[in-house]
């Protein structure tokens, strides 16, 4: 006679039988102790394709990473064929902890969040001087970004035998960014990419600018060609990189002298026509200035830096920092709730 309750013991537990004759599924899974150490390239529907030590190797992602994507950028450990003959296919199988992030929504209304690149340590924004004309308010959105993301920002200022770069370089004087100043001959002589190559030289930086400005050709002339062959990812007849709409691509700096080994990562976005972010908390702007910072123990609760009692009016008033500075902040942080066309 079977036994319920607290009279029960082992001889009680019922047992279904395992009609498939198959193992019973468990939720212990493999630690890939293994693994090979990757780092992905790019991203194209569903399918990853990674750097394992000097081979390109396709992959994708298991299925005990559920929801987590990894995205262009990412360190992550992957298993199975790792020769990257054709037609192979690996797994991966862990995504390391991240750096940076670089995030972007489609628009500030948009609460859907986009991870452009990871691990990257800079970020260099590219805007022409004029034709087209510069858009201060994607710059400042993209500065957000980058503080918010943990990058650090350079602008690249192109096309300055059109247009001098003297306001533009006022307006941003006191964030203190690194900048480098081009004109459209030393694109074609290719004085640019070496003036640019200095600020990425043992770096991993994405390049962000809207259509026009010289982005994808600056980008070419850092890369060498045979590198851009080896990805797959460049039109034969026109040079330029074929990405999809959500992906980036991660390309190895050329190293001086032509050396084999890569100097660094430029990774090449998608052009954009805006930046949003609403998923950026203004609280984490503030850390990229650490000579504001510190003033911030006297703000309000939820301080937005911008009202009547906020702290860092008397603490630039005390020459701790510079207002310069405080009103750079504020104008950043006023971009949160401003659209770009504003």
Known sequence: MRRYGKHTDEDDIRSRPNRKGNR??????????????GMVLTVDRGRLTCLVEDRAVVAMKARELG????????????????SGAKDTLARIVRIEPRSSVLRRTADDDDPFERVVVANADQLAIVTALADPEPRPRLIDRCLVAAYDGGLEPLLVLTKSDLAGPEALLEMYGALGVPYVVTTREEFVDGLAADRVREHL????????????????????????????????????????????????????????GGAR?????????????????????????????????????????ACSHDEPDCALDA??????????????LRRLLSTRERREGD
């Open 24 to 37: 019973p599924r468990t939720s212990i899974r493999p630690k890939h102790e293994d693994a090979a150490e």
């Open 67 to 82: 929801r987590k994507a990894a995205v262009v950028g990412d360190r992550v450990a992957i298993v199975g064929d790792l």
């Open 201 to 256: 030289v043992g770096r991993t930086t994405a390049f962000v600018g809207h259509s026009g400005v010289g982005k994808t050709t600056l980008v070419n002339a850092l890369v060498p060609e045979d590198r851009r062959r080896t990805t797959g990812h460049v039109n034969a007849v026109t040079g330029r990189g074929r990405h999809t709409t959500t992906s980036a691509l991660a390309l190895p700096l050329a190293a001086p």
């Open 261 to 301: 080994e890569a100097a660094g990562w430029v990774v090449d976005t998608p052009g954009v026509r805006s930046f949003g972010l609403h998923h950026v908390d203004p609280s984490r702007v503030i850390h990229a200035f650490p000579d504001l910072e510190p003033g911030t123990e006297g703000c309000p609760r």
């Open 315 to 328: 603490w630039a008033a005390e020459g701790h920092a510079d207002p310069a500075r405080l009103q750079s």
